[in-house]
T-cell receptor
Framework: GDSVTQMEGPVTLSEEAFLTINCTYT??????LFWYVQYPGEGLQLLLK?????DKGSNKGFEATYRKETTSFHLEKGSVQVSDSAVYFC??????????FGSGTRLLVRP | DGGITQSPKYLFRKEGQNVTLSCEQN?????MYWYRQDPGQGLRLIYY???????QKGDIAEGYSVSREKKESFPLTVTSAQKNPTAFYLC??????????????FGPGTRLTVL
């Protein structure tokens, strides 16, 4: 079945460092891909999405490019802030209503 | 403001008791979902509903039940048959099938603790 694999955390960075969180997927069709963010004690918020190969999703300085050839959707940000500390989830959707989530990657940004 | 509300935020239950978690949305979305999140893990789908009066089991439906009598509401009952119910429960909704690039919108969650 379809699945999503994320790098294990926590990822600990200093403020203004460059961030990459790796995400790869397995899917039989042509899924849409998402990054969600979860702040402590809260629900998930959509960060960005891409619906077809080579699409780049971006929001709040975060970017991810849908790479069909490598089945990847890595999340990047050029300069992280303390307020970016959260758990980040990569997810895919197939032709059904369901989202399939990765296990999440916790990001800790130190001042 | 449109959104999804879940209540209560924290819930405590004694073993052997059923408990119902509320989820309401005013986004006019057709589809609604319930997920369970355990510490350090991703989200696992419990039940989902694509339309009023219809719902399907997700990956971990055992010990849970739902109803969808109104478009706005999708309550989840955690029954005494659920062996390990302590977790964070998240409700979500979407306008269109997720495969049509329809994102899911999440509520703030309910943390259930069994005493």
């Amino acid at each position: 079945g379809d699945s999503v694999t994320q790098m294990e955390g926590p990822v600990t960075l200093s403020e203004e460092a460059f961030l990459t969180i790796n995400c790869t997927y397995t899917a039989t069709g042509y899924p849409s891909l998402f990054w969600y963010v979860q702040y402590p004690g809260e629900g998930l918020q959509l960060l960005l999405k891409a619906t077809k190969a080579d699409d780049k999703g971006s929001n709040k300085g975060f970017e991810a490019t849908y790479r069909k050839e490598t089945t990847s959707f890595h999340l990047e940000k050029g300069s992280v802030q303390v307020s970016d500390s959260a758990v980040y989830f990569c997810a895919l959707s197939d032709s059904s209503y369901k989202l399939i989530f990765g296990s999440g990657t916790r990001l800790l940004v130190r001042p | 403001d449109g959104g999804i509300t879940q209540s209560p935020k924290y819930l405590f239950r004694k073993e052997g008791q059923n408990v119902t978690l509320s989820c309401e949305q005013n986004l006019n979305h057709d589809a609604m979902y319930w997920y369970r999140q355990d510490p350090g893990q991703g989200l696992r789908l419990i039940y989902y509903s694509q339309i009023v009066n219809d719902f399907q089991k997700g990956d971990i439906a055992e010990g849970y039940s739902v109803s969808r009598e109104k478009k706005e509401s999708f309550p989840l009952t955690v029954t005494s048959a659920q062996k390990n119910p302590t977790a964070f429960y998240l409700c979500a909704s979407s306008r269109s099938p997720a495969g049509g690039a329809g994102e899911q919108f999440f509520g703030p969650g309910t943390r259930l603790t069994v005493l």
